[in-house]
């Protein structure tokens, strides 16, 4: 079960309504002391219906959650997700297939364990059957199910009780921003005033703050309005369900995060702002309308512009051929630099390829793409991708006024660390003395599992996450700082690296001078930037690389005013409307920042001068950003230093779970590493086309002027494959 809130619904429901005692559910929210009483009654026979989330089963063994009770049924419920249309939003679902197969043969982690034989049934109201986009044969091919139709349930997508009210205005003004949001607060008054709950969907979370704030200023009567999305704290988006479910709020204004699994009787309309993805998504959503009511209402407002947005989701979520390629030359370094096929990091050790809010999604996806491909080509495992336990190693400094208290009650968990060293940095300008930074205390890497299972039973997983990295989890008068481990390796030496560096900060430097002398701040292309860093650093370099180059100067979004505060981040990227293809992307220079990258980066390379035993390495320990937040100079100029191969470097810690993977033919992953050919993603390219062709059908279903009826035929035919027409 993907959603927290599904599953308290459920497991509400069913015991409410239907009397049945035996259920639970086991997630994050609940203590330590909370998941073992229900593990406990799990296993001793209380309840026999356990709804997880995909990411607590892939944690651990099965055995540990049923003891020697046997496994009657498996359910995936939402299991569209486990499809290439859900990589974006879940990637833990994309486990599941090697997971339940392994569980079946009892080889998960543990050699000789029981076999499990159990059906599996898989439930989604979200997917189409045949066709160019089957999502059934990807469901069945991603999970290693055996299906005939004798077990195939095909329900009716037809809902005749919702009729579709797609209004084309014309646009009065200038900006189709401007009129998209006069039309939506005009709907919401509209509902307010006939007493009408309704859901408003937007693409993004900025559209509902524009919404929100333009009818507090024109229409401050209207209340009753409620918010809901990803980045609220769950106790905002509790009440704000509880409030719309009741109906002491009419309307409820978010994005897609609300509307999975929601099962509210008495909505009367939907409304979209723009539509947020296919034409299932838009299904999808609609169908949150007269659940248990005679009628509902499908509404929208829209604009031949409007389907841009549902493109610029997909491009600001979406991975790219160039970031898998360079997946395979990271893999490809850390085995040649190990000798090991098996292999443990943090999802930041790829940090530099994508941005900080996503990393772990990203680089798990990426992994499962590169997966996916090369069994496709090689028609066996090159690499095996498996997701590892809720922590990954942390790393801490213990003041030296506390660490023999700290030691005296959490020693047993704690593991001094040796390779911590002060670092030199020097003078910002010349003449400047340097500076000697030592850390406050000693390093230790700390078992955090271990300390939550013993220690703190009565705290949430997910309180107990937040109050480590705060500082805030353990009781002494000085605060234990958590780090994340940076390890820069010199293979070729310090000095060489160093020069190299000096002249790339240089050209890199020339060509945003360049830029930003031609430009003004006005829009760039990648073409423009890779051809004055060709000139500027006078040494041919792959197109991939220049664009990672560009791309660790960039911040991502719709509204770009907000610069980030890192002093590296000052390019503005966006997608044009049209497309969302890597040579239609914006790009403008924002603010002062870009003066001073080749002085910033020359100073940082001094600061990562070796300081291990061996002379060939730098070790340092720094702090872990806040969620969401950019790492630090050192980062990035360990991830320069990688990208061109001046030397390689490793994230160890952080806030994301680890991830395995297992190399199993180094040789091919070495060769594709070394290849000049330019590489291409088979499953990537396939998500491509299904986004181009989402598009189309949107544009078309929005356009054109069709009876109710016409709509659901359409619809019907969608899901079913035909959708040539």
Known sequence: CPLIALMHDQVKEIQEDHGVGFATYINSELTFEERRNRIDGIIDGRYSLVYLSPELLLSQELSNIVGDRKIGLFVIDEAHLVTSWGRDFRVDYWFLGDYINKVRRGTYRKRNTTEHRFPVLCLTATAVYNGRDDVIGDLESSLRLSCDSNHLYIGYVRRENIEFKIRRPECKGSSDKAEKTEFTAKAIGEFVSHNEKSIVYFPFVSQVDEVDNYLKSTTPEIKKVERYNSGMHSLEKDGAYSRFRSSESLIMMCTKAFGMGVNIPDVLNVYHYA??????????????????????????????????????????????????????????????????????????TFSYLFDAKSVDQKVKSGLMVLSSDLLDKYHFNVITVRAKNLFAAQFAVIPKEIEGAFLARYGKYCKRMNDSKPRKIPGRYSGDSEELITLVGDVFDIQLAEIWENEFEDVTFAQFKYKFFSGELFDFQEKISPKIKLVISYDDGYNSASEKMARLADAVQRTFNDICRKYSGRDFSFPDFHSRFQENYGEKTRTEYTRMLLDIFCYEGTDTYEIPSEQWKFIAKRWKAEQTKNADVKYSIRGQKYSYIARNLKRNMTRAIPNSADEKRFVAYLNVPKKGECYSYEQLTASILQLFGFASYELIGGRNPQV??????????????????????????????????????????????????????????????????
């Open 275 to 348: 539509p947020t993805g296919t034409l299932a998504d838009y299904v999808q959503e609609i169908g949150r309308a007269a659940r248990k009511l005679d009628k509902g209402y499908a509404i929208t407002d829209y604009l031949p512009s409007d389907m841009r947005y549902a493109r610029t989701l997909w491009g600001l979520s979406g991975l790219r051929h160039y970031q898998i390629h360079e997946i395979i030359r990271k893999l490809s370094s850390l085995y040649q630099a190990k000798r090991c096929r098996n292999m443990l990091f943090s999802p930041e």
């Open 660 to 725: 395995f993977v297992r190399i199993n033919d180094p040789l091919k992953l070495q060769r594709l590493a070394e290849s000049k050919r330019e590489y291409k993603n088979r499953v990537l390219s396939e998500i491509e086309n299904r986004h181009k062709r989402a598009v189309a059908i949107m544009n078309a279903f929005m356009r054109l002027e069709l009876s109710n009826d016409t709509r659901w035929n359409i619809i019907e035919q969608y899901f079913l494959g035909h959708d040539e027409d």
